[in-house]
């Protein structure tokens, strides 16, 4: 299994960005995916969670409302919408992929792709 996160970059405070997912996962639509960031000088955050089939999401308080987990399953393709983006946000972009649900943390996930780094900064 191989996920190759894209997407980063650097934009304004209150901009947006999309990240995509790329997973070489046969049936993956029946695996949980999560996005996870890492600022530097902090530990991993899990941040938008997305459930086998779609049909539960959970986010983290610190994105709720300003980002959006989904999935393309025809395309084997995840994506985080990020909007309203802050300075804070600034991190690199990790996604994974589980077996579990509810799967809230990093030890839920068994597979992770590189990651993508997003710059907020003005």
């Known amino acids: 299994v191989q996920l190759q996160a894209s997407g980063g970059g650097l934009v304004q405070p209150g901009g947006s960005l999309r990240l995509s997912c790329a997973v070489t996962?046969?049936?993956?639509?029946?695996?949980?995916i999560a996005w996870f960031r890492q600022a530097p000088g902090k530990e991993r955050e899990g941040i938008s969670f997305l459930s086998p089939l779609g049909s539960s999401t959970h986010y983290a308080d610190s994105v709720k409302g300003r980002f959006t987990i989904s999935r393309d399953s025809a395309k084997n393709l995840a994506y985080l919408q990020m909007n309203s983006l802050k300075p804070e946000d600034t991190a690199a972009y990790y996604c994974a992929l589980g077996t579990k649900w509810p799967a809230y943390d990093s030890v839920d996930y068994d597979h992770w792709g590189r990651g993508t780094l997003v710059t907020v900064s003005s």
């Open positions: 996962q046969s049936r993956y639509n029946y695996y949980s």
